[in-house]
């Protein structure tokens, strides 16, 4: 078996692609030699590809859903168009600042633009709609004004709030840059992708859409409302009407709910990191024997890969035992390690196949098995060292008593529900051969300790005595004793050692005995310590770690010098989530600084922070019903909801600023009614957009490639009907009965006001 291995940085694709061309240019020449070749028993690439694929399928689904949603809305093909626009511009912009920070194409920064597809098209929306808008006013006037001169006004009426909106939704995103753990820098490329495509966006609403509205719109083209917006709005007044008659109940049943909701997010469960559908399972098998032969681990391995290759949805099996010389795994021959390899139409459930799988290795009493995924592993082994999610490390100084503390540690985790794969990793028991030097024999026959240890190092590791060609090809010539000798442990006695009075066996100057050993000792920050592991299965991870700890804590008496810590997937778990909290903390004071500097009115800042805990309502639950529990896609979808409900709050009270300020308009109740009824259509519409953009990715969630961006959709579906549905009803009611002594309006001169 021959493994390859990226250097640091490269792209795993193109490396792949390369490689695989090499080989390929090697096959007729190994076939004729009768050399069969298999690639693809572990490749990475795979996974990739098809999530990739996957989540540009999502894409295109997505965009085409949001060009019919424009079209119902504007009931216009150009302004459909112009809108939609939005959208490729915005998202060659970002690749092109992506590709110039030399980041790639990957599934982050693609499912970060399929979070971004509904926003990108909402800063051209609000200003088609309020060009539309203005110019259906303006063709009923007794003297219309000039066409562009309306399309250049509606363009800077919505300018400045666009834009506080926009930084607002950014700023939200923010957190996740910063966070410094590996969860953390799986959404980092997700953020900086969202956030370029929005900035652009912005870039696009501001310069593109005015342009191609002054060139595209017609005066044909400005048809008037559709019925059932017309009725939409007539139900939003009956609806607000009825939120400001009840305004008291209202508030007090929806913070109800919130508390409810807020209260609720602890007991939701879930796993921080998710589980990837890579289509590979990597399968770490050891002995509980460590001096088990490599034989042995080989002939366990055939039996384990027959019935592997017996399920019907297995493509492949390797084994991989002990090491090779320059590998990084300095595993003994009692451990080996199983890549399985799904086939790539299988319809099995993943998770199903890896009980199955640990199923089959119940059945071999006296080893130790774990079942994780190619990038569980990787990340595992990141965080703490070791394949599992979750190691025990119980540190001190007498390995002899960390042992026996690690079999009561297992002894205690085998009693907590949802705990699988657990090991304990022995060191001890190694079959050694111990020789022991005795000095007077040395003396008595003038050698030296170095020349004794020489000698046994070259009869059994080998030593270099000269070079030789084959071809073009230096090869080293290694002396050493032959397999039949060194193989057989009772001869290591009868070792000749060269002495200036001539050759004595090694019996003699040394007392040699078959012993046992560790084969390996492990240290970290200086102090001993042995590890016990296991993965989390049926159950939240911090729930399961939580219970662990305090069972050891309590009825685990650990020697005194002796000491265990939790390491793994749940320890940094909470740390990503401290950090987000913290990191958000500081992300609200820049939204409340955004929020005071863009409002003229101070009551309205103040509406739009009161606005975003409703927005969690929705979210929660649909976390709830679909059982998803809290994971990094899921908090990234409720940071996605808090930016978005911010913003067509801001959106919704700039506008009754303007209607006030600029128009002239006397504040009250019908001010009210009709800046609600003006903001209905971008509202909906943006959130129609947003929901299309995410459906894809929320029903495609089981797919490869979307285990993070899925949950994340989810969220946000959830969060944005509840937001929508308070930013249409609830804010205005909060509106008319909060905003209410405001200082007579001083009408600009900006522009005329535009009566129908």
Not at 237 to 249: E, I, N, Q, Y
Not at 475 to 501: C, E, F, G, Y
Not at 541 to 549: F, G, M, R, S, T
Not at 710 to 728: F, H, I, Q, W
Request: aromatic residues 6%.
């Amino acid at each position: 078996m021959l493994s390859l291995a990226s250097q640091y940085g490269a792209n795993t694709l193109d490396t792949t692609l390369a490689v695989e061309k090499a080989l390929e240019d090697l096959r007729p020449a190994l076939e004729k030699q009768g050399i069969r070749m298999y690639t693809g028993l572990h490749r990475p690439a795979t996974f990739i590809e098809r999530a990739l694929q996957n989540l540009k399928e999502s894409l295109v689904i997505a965009a085409v859903l949001i060009l019919a949603v424009l079209y119902v809305f504007l009931r216009n093909a150009r302004a459909a168009f112009i809108a939609f626009t939005a959208i490729p511009l915005s998202l060659l912009a970002a690749v092109a600042v992506l590709h110039h920070m030399g980041l790639t194409l990957n599934t982050m920064t693609l499912g970060g633009f399929a979070v971004a597809l509904g926003v990108l098209v909402d800063d051209a929306i609000i200003g088609i709609e309020n060009i539309m808008r203005r110019l259906r006013e303006n063709a009923l006037l007794p003297s219309p004004r000039p066409r562009l001169e309306v399309i250049r006004e509606a363009s800077l009426e919505v300018r400045g709030p666009v834009i506080y909106a926009t930084i607002v939704v950014i700023a939200v995103f923010l957190p996740e840059l910063f966070t410094t753990s590996v969860q953390g820098h799986f959404v980092g490329p997700l953020a900086l992708s969202f956030i370029f495509a929005v900035l652009a966006s912005l870039v696009v609403a501001l310069t593109a859409t005015p342009a191609l509205c002054a060139l595209l719109l017609r005066k044909p083209d400005m048809h008037e409302e559709s019925r059932w917006l017309t009725r939409l709005k007539s139900m939003q007044r009956s609806a607000v009407d009825a939120a400001f008659g009840h305004l008291k109940v209202t508030l007090a049943v929806l913070l109800v709910v919130v508390i409810a909701a807020a209260a609720a997010l602890p007991f939701l469960g879930g796993t921080f990191m998710p589980d990837f559908r890579e289509g590979h399972f990597v399968m770490q098998v050891s002995s509980s024997v460590t001096g088990t032969s490599l034989d042995e681990m080989l002939s366990v391995g055939q039996r384990i890969s027959k019935q592997v290759l017996a399920l019907p949805y297995v493509q492949s099996i390797e084994q991989q035992v002990g090491r090779a010389e320059l590998s990084e795994d300095t595993w003994g021959p009692h451990r080996s390690e199983f890549h399985v390899e799904l086939k790539p139409d299988a319809k099995v459930d993943q998770g199903a196949a890896q009980e199955e799988l640990r199923g089959i290795l119940e059945g071999y009493p006296g080893i130790q098995s774990e079942v994780v995924t190619f990038l569980g592993d990787r990340i595992s082994e990141s965080l703490s060292g070791e394949t599992a999610q979750v190691a025990v490390k119980i540190f001190g100084d007498d390995l002899n008593a960390l042992d026996q503390s690690a079999d009561k540690v297992v002894a205690a985790l085998g009693k907590v529900k949802g705990i699988v794969d657990l090991q304990f990793k022995r060191q001890d028991g190694t079959p050694t051969i111990a020789i022991h030097l005795i000095p007077q024999a040395l003396a008595a026959t003038g050698l030296k300790v170095t020349d004794v240890l020489d000698t046994i190092e070259s009869a059994y590791a080998g030593a270099t005595v000269g070079q030789t060609f084959q071809g073009t090809r230096t090869v080293d010539v290694v002396a050493l004793l032959p397999d039949n000798i060194r193989h057989q442990p009772t001869k290591v006695q009868s070792l000749m050692i060269a002495t200036p009075l001539g050759p004595v066996p090694l019996s003699q100057v040394a007392h040699v005995e078959v012993t046992t050993d560790r084969y390996a000792i492990q240290h970290d920050s200086g102090q001993r310590l042995v590890v016990v592991t296991f993965n989390v299965g049926g159950r939240p991870l911090q729930d399961v770690v939580n219970e662990a700890q305090q069972l050891i804590n309590h009825s685990v008496a650990l020697p005194a010098g002796v000491y265990a810590q939790f390491t793994g997937a749940a320890e940094a778990e909470l740390r990503t989530r401290n950090e987000l909290f913290l990191y958000s903390a500081l992300a609200l004071v820049v939204i409340v600084m955004i929020l005071f500097v863009s409002f003229h009115w101070r009551a309205n800042s103040w509406l739009v922070l009161a606005n975003l805990p409703f927005a969690l309502i929705g979210s929660v639950f649909a976390i709830w019903v679909t059982g998803l529990g809290i994971s990094l896609g899921t908090v990234v979808g409720l940071v996605t909801v808090f930016g978005i409900s911010a913003r067509n709050a801001i959106l919704q009270l700039a506008h009754y600023e303007h209607l006030v300020e600029v128009e002239g308009a006397a504040w009250g109740p019908e001010l009210v009614m009709r800046g609600a009824n003006e903001r209905l259509v971008p509202i909906l519409m943006t959130a129609a957009v947003t929901a299309l953009g995410l459906a894809p990715l929320a029903f495609g969630m089981s797919r490869p490639g979307q285990e993070i961006e899925g949950p994340m959709a989810v969220t946000v579906l959830g969060g944005l009907l509840s937001s929508t549905l308070l930013n249409l009803i609830v804010l205005p009611a909060l509106a008319q009965r909060y905003i209410t002594r405001h200082e007579p309006p001083v009408v600009s001169t900006a522009r005329p006001v535009l009566e129908p």
